[in-house]
């Protein structure tokens, strides 16, 4: 069995004799790097997450149903008791809230005769649009989007110290083969 020793927290900043500048550097880029990749992620998930829940509350209020009808039989034969799976894309006409007249195309049940009345969604300018999401759907969507995009944000400065360590890393190696090459030639000159 191994013994492993305590683990020795904050070990970056405790004073010892051996401790070079490029340890201490290398201390402040890793807390650096963290503390900007936190901050970064919270306040990026924070405004997106904010962004998306006014968007989709935005369109909760300025999209309205209106009634359309159908302009011809839609495809397919009629089934009772209809599921998601019987929809099809048909075509619509319906009055905007200015009084002009539009077409589109929305899902209805296959089958159905023409003259059907059709509920659909339209925006402020009479433009179909999808039925809005509930103020659930809208939250779980916004803290979703607040993740991802938190998330990616983090990356920046959490890939920006990795790579600063990296090259801290090698920069040290380096100084260790420019040391042991000073040592050894003194070393050697003592020995022979």
């Known amino acids: 069995m191994a013994f492993r020793g305590r683990k020795v927290w904050w070990w970056r900043w405790r004073r010892n004799p051996l401790k070079r500048r490029a340890d201490t550097v290398e201390a402040w880029v890793v807390l650096g790097a963290w503390t900007l990749t936190l901050l ?79 509920t659909l969604w ?10 809005p999401v509930t103020p659930s759907q809208a939250r779980l969507r916004a803290v979703l989007v607040g993740c991802l995009a938190g ?13 600063l360590r990296g090259r801290l890393e090698r920069r040290r190696i380096g100084q260790w083969d420019t040391d042991w090459a000073e040592f050894e030639a003194v070393w050697g000159r003592r020995m022979g």
Not at 122 to 131: K, S
Not at 151 to 159: C, L, R
Request: proline share 6%; glycine share 18%.
């Open 40 to 118: 970064v992620g919270a306040l990026a998930g924070w405004a997106a997450t904010g962004a998306v829940e006014r968007s989709l509350a935005r369109e909760r209020v300025e999209w309205r149903p209106l009634v359309g009808r159908l302009t011809g039989q839609a495809p397919g034969k009629p089934t009772a008791g209809s599921t998601r799976g019987d929809h099809v894309w048909a075509e619509v006409a319906w009055t905007g809230p200015d009084g002009s007249a539009h077409t589109g195309q929305v899902r209805v049940a296959s089958g159905s005769p023409a003259g059907t009345a059709v």
């Open 151 to 163: 998330t990616g944000a983090a990356g920046f400065p959490f890939a920006a110290g990795h790579y």
């Open 122 to 131: 339209t925006d402020g300018r009479g433009r179909l649009v999808t039925e």
